[in-house]
């Protein structure tokens, strides 16, 4: 597997500080609980994944990727907070995953622990839950999760960036007010997003940049 790189990691870092900043300038000071919200989100990946074993079910890939990246957000976010929002420092901790033994890698959790490699995607995100509730994070087991799910991290990177930056236009054109228009063209604005990442080279160094000013083209003003 390819491993996570290191201008990856700081673009990442970067984008997620923005939008901290755009939801509330005094993010840091005010250590909101990232971690609660990696609760939710992985609960409904194990919705998407599907759980019931008294009815069949099947995994939805694509919603069960977005929760993943939805994840990784927070996940940053706190990674950031433990960081006094060091980009290097943080990065180093990112980075640091790349030194994980993979299968191998236990998880000490209540006592127990539990080896990755012997364990079921839906087992791992529910070890995840139980992480983040106590405030604790494993980069290793979301790489595991990461990987059971179909994304490397080249393209973690690239829906990450997509997601981010979306999501940044999104406010600056109107979405808190209600004044977004959502619909362009007859095409909703992820098909749009998509479109353009098609079209974009990821490893450009000024790749979130140029995905914004590919929807800032396109967009109704």
């Known amino acids: 597997m390819v491993a996570l790189q290191e201008t990856h990691a700081r673009v990442m870092l970067t984008l997620q500080s923005r ?8 993010w840091v000071q005010k250590k909101f609980p990232y971690l609660r919200a990696v609760v939710i989100e992985a609960a409904e990946a194990i919705e998407h994944h599907g759980w019931k ?3 069949k079910q099947d995994r939805d890939l694509p919603q069960l990727q977005m929760e993943i990246i939805d994840i990784w957000h927070f996940i940053l976010s706190d ?23 993979g299968t191998a890698h236990s998880v000490c959790f209540d006592g127990e622990d539990h080896v990755l490699g012997s364990m079921s ?4 995100l529910e070890l995840l839950i139980g992480l983040s509730a106590a405030r604790r994070i494993d980069l290793p087991l979301f790489k595991s999760i990461m990987l059971d799910c179909e994304l490397s991290w080249t393209s973690l990177y690239k829906q990450y960036v997509s997601k981010n ?17 959502k619909f362009w063209q007859g095409r ?4 749009h997003l998509v479109e353009l990442m098609d079209a974009l080279d990821s490893e450009s160094p000024n790749y979130p940049e140029l995905l ?8 109704p003003d």
């Open 121 to 124: 995607l839906l087992s791992k």
């Open 53 to 55: 074993w008294w009815k």
């Open 212 to 219: 914004y000013q590919g929807l800032s083209t396109r967009y």
């Open 188 to 191: 909703e604005d992820n098909e």
């Open 165 to 181: 930056v979306l999501n940044m236009f999104r406010q600056d054109k109107g979405y808190k007010d209600g004044s977004y228009q």
């Open 79 to 101: 990674i950031l907070l433990q960081t006094d929002a060091d980009h290097a420092q943080a990065a180093e901790i990112l980075t640091a995953v790349n030194q994980s033994h």
């Open 19 to 26: 939008m901290n900043d755009k939801v509330d300038p005094q």
